[in-house]
T-cell receptor, first 111, second 115 residues
Framework: KNEVEQSPQNLTAQEGEFITINCSYS?????LHWLQQHPGGGIVSLFM???GKKKHGRLIATINIQEKHSSLHITASHPRDSAVYIC?????????????FGEGTQLTVNP | DARVTQTPRHKVTEMGQEVTMRCQPI?????VFWYRQTMMQGLELLAY????????DSGMPKDRFSAEMPDATLATLKIQPSEPRDSAVYFC?????????????FGEGSRLTVL
Protein backbone atom coordinates (compact mmCIF):
# COMPACT_ATOMS: atom_id res chain seq x y z
CA LYS A 1 0.00 0.00 0.00
CA ASN A 2 1.40 3.41 -0.96
CA GLU A 3 1.96 5.85 1.86
CA VAL A 4 0.21 8.52 -0.21
CA GLU A 5 -2.90 7.71 -2.18
CA GLN A 6 -4.75 10.03 -4.50
CA SER A 7 -8.19 9.78 -6.00
CA PRO A 8 -9.38 9.82 -8.61
CA GLN A 9 -6.50 8.83 -10.91
CA ASN A 10 -8.24 10.45 -13.86
CA LEU A 11 -10.89 13.12 -13.89
CA THR A 12 -12.72 14.68 -16.82
CA ALA A 13 -14.90 17.71 -16.24
CA GLN A 14 -16.78 20.33 -18.19
CA GLU A 15 -15.70 23.92 -18.00
CA GLY A 16 -17.25 25.62 -15.01
CA GLU A 17 -17.58 22.51 -12.88
CA PHE A 18 -16.39 22.32 -9.28
CA ILE A 19 -13.59 19.80 -8.95
CA THR A 20 -12.26 17.93 -5.94
CA ILE A 21 -9.11 15.83 -5.81
CA ASN A 22 -8.40 13.82 -2.69
CA CYS A 23 -5.21 12.73 -0.99
CA SER A 24 -4.91 10.30 1.91
CA TYR A 25 -1.71 9.39 3.70
CA SER A 26 -0.87 6.79 6.27
CA UNK A 27 2.08 8.25 8.18
CA UNK A 28 2.87 11.25 10.31
CA UNK A 29 3.72 14.30 8.29
CA UNK A 30 5.10 17.76 8.90
CA UNK A 31 3.61 19.29 5.75
CA LEU A 32 1.69 18.43 2.61
CA HIS A 33 2.21 19.90 -0.85
CA TRP A 34 -0.12 20.11 -3.79
CA LEU A 35 1.83 20.29 -7.06
CA GLN A 36 0.67 20.97 -10.61
CA GLN A 37 2.35 19.65 -13.72
CA HIS A 38 1.26 20.62 -17.23
CA PRO A 39 1.97 18.27 -20.15
CA GLY A 40 5.66 18.37 -21.00
CA GLY A 41 6.12 21.06 -18.43
CA GLY A 42 7.69 21.77 -15.14
CA ILE A 43 6.23 21.31 -11.71
CA VAL A 44 4.69 24.15 -9.77
CA SER A 45 4.00 24.04 -6.07
CA LEU A 46 0.44 25.25 -5.56
CA PHE A 47 0.16 24.94 -1.80
CA MET A 48 2.10 23.87 1.23
CA UNK A 49 -0.14 22.99 4.17
CA UNK A 50 0.38 21.83 7.69
CA UNK A 51 -3.11 22.58 8.98
CA GLY A 52 -6.42 24.15 8.05
CA LYS A 53 -7.11 25.65 4.68
CA LYS A 54 -5.46 27.83 2.06
CA LYS A 55 -6.95 29.65 -0.90
CA HIS A 56 -5.34 31.07 -3.99
CA GLY A 57 -7.64 32.37 -6.68
CA ARG A 58 -9.95 29.53 -7.74
CA LEU A 59 -7.90 26.94 -5.89
CA ILE A 60 -8.59 25.85 -2.33
CA ALA A 61 -6.62 23.27 -0.35
CA THR A 62 -7.69 21.78 2.95
CA ILE A 63 -6.06 19.34 5.30
CA ASN A 64 -7.37 17.32 8.22
CA ILE A 65 -4.39 16.12 10.22
CA GLN A 66 -6.43 13.81 12.46
CA GLU A 67 -7.98 12.05 9.48
CA LYS A 68 -4.74 12.14 7.46
CA HIS A 69 -6.58 13.58 4.49
CA SER A 70 -6.28 16.57 2.20
CA SER A 71 -8.40 17.87 -0.65
CA LEU A 72 -7.68 20.20 -3.53
CA HIS A 73 -10.70 22.03 -4.90
CA ILE A 74 -10.96 23.99 -8.12
CA THR A 75 -13.94 26.28 -8.47
CA ALA A 76 -15.27 27.33 -11.89
CA SER A 77 -12.83 25.00 -13.67
CA HIS A 78 -11.28 26.08 -16.96
CA PRO A 79 -9.53 24.15 -19.75
CA ARG A 80 -6.24 25.73 -18.68
CA ASP A 81 -6.59 23.85 -15.38
CA SER A 82 -5.98 20.62 -17.32
CA ALA A 83 -2.85 19.15 -15.79
CA VAL A 84 -1.61 16.45 -13.45
CA TYR A 85 -2.10 17.32 -9.79
CA ILE A 86 0.26 15.63 -7.37
CA CYS A 87 -0.03 15.36 -3.62
CA UNK A 88 3.29 15.09 -1.76
CA UNK A 89 3.98 14.79 1.95
CA UNK A 90 6.97 15.52 4.12
CA UNK A 91 7.37 12.62 6.51
CA UNK A 92 8.15 13.40 10.13
CA UNK A 93 10.18 10.22 10.54
CA UNK A 94 12.75 11.39 7.99
CA UNK A 95 13.27 14.78 9.62
CA UNK A 96 10.67 16.18 7.30
CA UNK A 97 12.97 16.60 4.36
CA UNK A 98 12.06 13.71 2.09
CA UNK A 99 8.90 14.14 0.02
CA UNK A 100 6.74 11.12 -0.68
CA PHE A 101 4.56 11.54 -3.74
CA GLY A 102 1.15 10.33 -4.71
CA GLU A 103 0.69 8.94 -8.19
CA GLY A 104 -1.03 12.04 -9.43
CA THR A 105 -4.48 12.87 -10.75
CA GLN A 106 -4.81 13.62 -14.45
CA LEU A 107 -7.41 16.37 -14.81
CA THR A 108 -8.94 17.23 -18.17
CA VAL A 109 -11.34 20.14 -18.38
CA ASN A 110 -13.29 20.30 -21.62
CA PRO A 111 -14.64 23.56 -23.01
CA ASP B 1 11.11 36.62 -10.61
CA ALA B 2 13.13 34.02 -8.67
CA ARG B 3 13.29 30.59 -10.24
CA VAL B 4 15.26 27.38 -10.24
CA THR B 5 17.23 27.10 -13.47
CA GLN B 6 18.17 23.77 -14.99
CA THR B 7 20.36 22.96 -17.96
CA PRO B 8 20.15 21.35 -20.40
CA ARG B 9 16.40 21.26 -20.97
CA HIS B 10 16.78 18.35 -23.36
CA LYS B 11 19.60 15.89 -23.88
CA VAL B 12 19.84 12.96 -26.25
CA THR B 13 22.89 10.80 -25.89
CA GLU B 14 24.15 7.34 -26.64
CA MET B 15 24.52 4.60 -24.10
CA GLY B 16 27.85 4.76 -22.32
CA GLN B 17 28.27 8.51 -22.61
CA GLU B 18 28.65 10.81 -19.62
CA VAL B 19 25.77 13.14 -18.88
CA THR B 20 25.96 16.16 -16.60
CA MET B 21 22.89 18.11 -15.56
CA ARG B 22 23.16 21.43 -13.78
CA CYS B 23 20.89 23.32 -11.45
CA GLN B 24 21.01 26.86 -10.13
CA PRO B 25 18.82 27.04 -7.02
CA ILE B 26 17.03 30.19 -5.97
CA UNK B 27 19.39 32.60 -4.25
CA UNK B 28 19.16 32.16 -0.49
CA UNK B 29 17.69 28.67 -0.63
CA UNK B 30 19.76 26.28 1.46
CA UNK B 31 18.22 22.94 0.45
CA VAL B 32 18.49 21.46 -3.03
CA PHE B 33 16.79 18.29 -4.25
CA TRP B 34 17.27 16.13 -7.33
CA TYR B 35 14.20 14.17 -8.45
CA ARG B 36 13.68 11.81 -11.35
CA GLN B 37 10.33 11.32 -13.05
CA THR B 38 9.40 8.37 -15.25
CA MET B 39 6.07 7.06 -16.44
CA MET B 40 6.56 3.84 -14.52
CA GLN B 41 7.88 5.16 -11.20
CA GLY B 42 6.53 8.67 -11.03
CA LEU B 43 8.62 11.15 -9.04
CA GLU B 44 11.52 9.72 -7.05
CA LEU B 45 14.01 11.49 -4.83
CA LEU B 46 17.58 10.85 -5.95
CA ALA B 47 19.52 13.07 -3.54
CA TYR B 48 19.37 16.26 -1.59
CA UNK B 49 21.74 18.76 -0.04
CA UNK B 50 21.43 21.20 2.81
CA UNK B 51 23.94 24.02 3.04
CA UNK B 52 25.84 22.20 0.27
CA UNK B 53 26.29 19.05 2.34
CA UNK B 54 24.76 15.83 0.97
CA UNK B 55 22.13 14.60 3.42
CA UNK B 56 20.49 11.75 1.59
CA ASP B 57 21.48 10.08 -1.65
CA SER B 58 19.95 6.70 -0.92
CA GLY B 59 17.68 6.98 -3.94
CA MET B 60 20.58 7.25 -6.32
CA PRO B 61 22.35 4.32 -8.04
CA LYS B 62 25.82 4.87 -6.62
CA ASP B 63 27.72 3.00 -9.28
CA ARG B 64 26.88 5.44 -12.04
CA PHE B 65 25.29 8.51 -10.49
CA SER B 66 26.95 11.27 -8.54
CA ALA B 67 25.59 14.53 -7.18
CA GLU B 68 27.60 17.50 -5.95
CA MET B 69 27.24 21.11 -4.94
CA PRO B 70 30.52 22.81 -5.79
CA ASP B 71 29.10 26.07 -4.48
CA ALA B 72 25.84 27.49 -3.19
CA THR B 73 24.73 28.54 -6.67
CA LEU B 74 25.33 25.28 -8.50
CA ALA B 75 24.23 21.68 -8.06
CA THR B 76 25.25 18.98 -10.51
CA LEU B 77 23.98 15.49 -11.26
CA LYS B 78 26.27 13.29 -13.28
CA ILE B 79 25.61 9.93 -14.88
CA GLN B 80 28.60 7.93 -16.08
CA PRO B 81 28.14 5.71 -18.00
CA SER B 82 24.58 6.42 -19.04
CA GLU B 83 22.14 3.61 -19.85
CA PRO B 84 18.79 3.58 -21.69
CA ARG B 85 16.96 2.99 -18.39
CA ASP B 86 18.23 6.39 -17.22
CA SER B 87 15.91 8.05 -19.74
CA ALA B 88 13.64 10.28 -17.67
CA VAL B 89 12.97 13.86 -16.73
CA TYR B 90 15.28 15.05 -13.97
CA PHE B 91 14.00 17.84 -11.78
CA CYS B 92 15.91 20.05 -9.42
CA UNK B 93 14.05 21.79 -6.60
CA UNK B 94 15.08 24.13 -3.83
CA UNK B 95 13.68 25.63 -0.67
CA UNK B 96 14.82 27.44 2.43
CA UNK B 97 14.92 25.49 5.67
CA UNK B 98 15.02 27.11 9.04
CA UNK B 99 12.62 27.84 11.87
CA UNK B 100 9.98 28.20 9.16
CA UNK B 101 10.29 26.05 6.06
CA UNK B 102 9.60 27.86 2.85
CA UNK B 103 7.82 26.84 -0.30
CA UNK B 104 9.41 24.31 -2.60
CA UNK B 105 10.33 25.53 -6.08
CA PHE B 106 11.00 23.21 -9.00
CA GLY B 107 13.05 23.79 -12.10
CA GLU B 108 11.65 23.11 -15.58
CA GLY B 109 13.38 19.76 -15.70
CA SER B 110 16.01 18.17 -17.91
CA ARG B 111 14.59 15.58 -20.28
CA LEU B 112 17.20 12.90 -20.88
CA THR B 113 16.99 10.29 -23.60
CA VAL B 114 19.67 7.63 -23.69
CA LEU B 115 19.68 5.63 -26.92
Amino acid sequence: KNEVEQSPQNLTAQEGEFITINCSYSVGISALHWLQQHPGGGIVSLFMLSSGKKKHGRLIATINIQEKHSSLHITASHPRDSAVYICAVRLIETSGSRLTFGEGTQLTVNP
Amino acid sequence: DARVTQTPRHKVTEMGQEVTMRCQPILGHNTVFWYRQTMMQGLELLAYFRNRAPLDDSGMPKDRFSAEMPDATLATLKIQPSEPRDSAVYFCASDKRGPITGELFFGEGSRLTVL
